[in-house]
């Protein structure tokens, strides 16, 4: 019977090199899922959609893509915010007797207010970009 032997470091190279295969599929989900966290994240000014970055790299016999964003409004955008987000209470001032706020070139003053419901879109980004390929699990 005829045998061959693997060539461990060109099949690691094939599969995670930066030119391969593996690699640029990574890449190609992990911009799609980019676009798309772009495209869903609601939006004012635009800042916050324009803070996700993202990067691929092979670490530990994996290629890893990564999606996110440095901007704190991104995790109360996910979660909610007072008597909707994780604590569920309404937010008082801290140093103020009212909490004062500007939308629409008018000025709100309350002394708390209830908080602002989740409007989570990460998953729902990471699921269009990853389409097809069966890897989005609910983490219920």
Known sequence: MAGFTWNESGLKLVLYGTEGPVVR?????????????????????????????????????MVVGRVWSDDPVVEYLEKGTGIYGPR????????????????????????SIKGMPAQPFMKRALEIGVAGYGVVKDGR
Do not use: H, M, N
Not at 99 to 109: E, I, S, V
């Open 25 to 61: 599929l990574v890449e190609r989900l992990t911009d799609q899922t980019k676009e798309a966290a772009i495209a869903l994240c609601p939006k004012r000014s635009g800042k916050t959609a324009r803070s996700f970055q993202s990067e691929v790299e092979a670490v530990e016999g």
């Open 88 to 111: 569920g209470r309404r937010i008082y001032p801290r140093r103020a007797r009212v909490l004062r706020w500007t939308d629409g070139g008018q000025t709100f003053y309350a002394p």
